[in-house]
């Protein structure tokens, strides 16, 4: 089986999508819920699964041969992810620190869809997407009292705003009503260079999550 099941998803969808009869094709966009869960052990060490807003839009192109089958892709997503806490323990004395992170992740991302966009009532669709990925970082570190956790010692590292690059893949269905629909899918996502605190230095980790999203559709029609 594939490393990544959702590879299977978005070829299953790209498959359906191919053989869906061609009508005429309307751009669509949709507004929806997401939840955003750690896929690796990396993102699982900082973030718990959060859930946040999004909206894209979804433009099909002037492409000679594809029924309007290929779209453009654009769209703006912000999630809070739920703090985690990482545990430390000094080699010598035993002394347990522990490390608390709270971010907020917003993606600007854009990119290629293929699938219908007509007056049909189910419409596959598999896509791909380039993202610029902001982070809203705040570390803290805690010396904790066992016997008594209001004496804890509470000390904040940071506070900070920081910038990532990434990819998402993802597939979907969009359930067409005429004139709205439910949009729901899967999206893998991917980010390279996010730094992340860990005491008095600092690393970069490479995240993945996966984003599971229910919204509502709303076709752009020219008439």
């Given at each position: 089986?594939?490393?990544?099941?959702?590879?299977?998803?978005?070829?299953?969808?790209?498959v359906?999508?191919?053989?869906?009869?061609?009508?005429?094709?309307?751009?669509?966009?949709?507004?929806?819920?997401?939840?955003?869960t750690?896929?690796d052990?990396?993102?699982?060490?900082?973030?718990?699964?959060?859930?946040?807003?999004?909206?894209?839009?979804?433009?099909?192109?002037?492409?000679?041969?594809?029924?309007?089958?290929?779209?453009?892709?654009?769209?703006?997503e912000?999630?809070?992810?739920?703090?985690?806490?990482?545990d430390?323990?000094?080699a010598?004395?035993?002394?347990?620190?522990e490390?608390h992170?709270?971010?907020?992740?917003?993606?600007?991302?854009?990119?290629?869809?293929?699938g219908?966009?007509?007056?049909?009532t189910?419409?596959?669709?598999?896509?791909?997407?380039?993202?610029?990925?902001?982070?809203?970082?705040?570390?803290?570190?805690?010396?904790?009292?066992?016997?008594?956790?209001?004496?804890?010692?509470?000390?904040?590292?940071?506070?900070?705003?920081?910038?990532?690059?990434?990819?998402?893949?993802?597939?979907?269905?969009?359930?067409?009503?005429?004139?709205?629909?439910?949009?729901?899918?899967?999206?893998?996502?991917?980010?390279?260079?996010?730094?992340?605190?860990?005491?008095?230095?600092?690393?970069?980790?490479?995240?993945?999550y996966?984003?599971?999203?229910?919204?509502?559709?709303?076709?752009?029609?020219?008439?």
């Open positions: 089986m594939s490393r990544h099941p959702l590879v299977g998803l978005v070829a299953l969808g790209l359906v999508g191919l053989v869906t009869p061609a009508q005429a094709a309307w751009p669509r966009w949709s507004i929806y819920v997401n939840q955003l750690p896929a052990r990396v993102a699982r060490a900082y973030a718990r699964p959060g859930y946040g807003l999004g909206v894209d839009v979804s433009l099909p192109l002037p492409v000679p041969g594809t029924a309007g089958m290929v779209s453009a892709i654009a769209g703006l912000y999630t809070n992810l739920l703090n985690q806490q990482v430390f323990r000094d010598l004395t035993g002394l347990r620190v490390q992170t709270d971010q907020s992740y917003g993606r600007l991302f854009l990119g290629g869809e293929l219908p966009h007509g007056n049909g189910i419409q596959p669709y598999g896509n791909a997407a380039l993202s610029l990925i902001v982070y809203d970082i705040t570390t803290t570190v805690v010396v904790p009292d066992d016997f008594d956790r209001e004496k804890d010692i509470n000390q904040v590292l940071g506070s900070r705003t920081e910038v990532a690059f990434g990819w998402s893949a993802g597939t979907g269905v969009n359930l067409n009503f005429g004139t709205w629909g439910i949009d729901g899918g899967v999206r893998f996502l991917k980010q390279y260079g996010v730094p992340q605190q860990l005491g008095d230095g600092a690393v970069t980790i490479q995240p993945a996966l984003q599971w999203r229910l919204g509502v559709s709303l076709p752009i029609r020219s008439h």
